[in-house]
């Protein structure tokens, strides 16, 4: 914590900034933040022994390996609430009270914590605008790169000899970047 305590109780909520039609907010899912998400409470739960408190709308654990480590994850004491939302609040002790729908009681529930994990939509770089327009790359409403065409031509860029590759295209992880930039480099290869 702030005070350099180890917490006894953490809240993770996933999708802040994302999946969500409002304002300020992206329609996208960033791909990657369950499983950082799922990561992240396990370090916690192996590091604090603190009690940790898993808000989702849907888990998405897509990936050779995946579905085994959320399941992990769950049989090491993480609470899962699936639900859409969440809300914290500052408590006069300096506690926060996490409140969430949690859909598989139909209901609200509240945990008070001493830390709050955010795991906030991934965005398409600052910059992105100056970037296409020095090369001429065309861009998502997202605002990510646009790819050529998305099956047969995926790691090339409209313009030719520009090729795409990781999270400029959009939310990808680790395993999933590097993939891309090996077909961009084979591309590239054959010019």
């Not at 859409?84 to 509240?110: F, I, W």
Request: charged share 25%; aromatic share 6%; net charge negative.
């Amino acid at each position: 914590t702030a005070d350099g305590e180890k917490p006894e109780r953490v809240a993770i909520i996933h999708c802040v900034g994302s999946r969500d039609k409002n304002a300020g907010a992206h329609e996208y899912c960033s791909r990657i933040c369950c499983m950082y998400s799922l990561k992240q409470a396990h370090l916690v739960r192996d590091k604090t022994h603190a009690d940790v408190y898993e808000f989702y709308m849907d888990m998405r654990a897509l990936g050779k390996g995946y579905e085994e480590f959320y399941e992990r994850v769950q049989e090491e004491g993480v609470v899962m609430v699936r639900g859409r939302g969440a809300e914290v609040q500052v408590l006069p002790s300096g506690k926060l009270r996490v409140t969430g729908e949690d859909a598989n009681l139909g209901k609200l529930v509240a945990v008070d914590v001493e830390m709050v994990v955010l795991s906030s939509a991934i965005e398409a770089p600052a910059d992105a605008s100056k970037v296409g327009s020095l090369f001429g790359l065309s861009r998502t409403s997202d605002g990510w790169f646009a790819e050529a065409h998305p099956k047969l031509k995926p790691v090339d860029a409209p313009t030719k000899g520009i090729f795409i590759a990781g999270c400029v295209e959009s939310p990808k992880d680790v395993k999933d970047s590097v993939t891309q930039a090996s077909a961009a480099a084979a591309r590239a290869s054959l010019l």
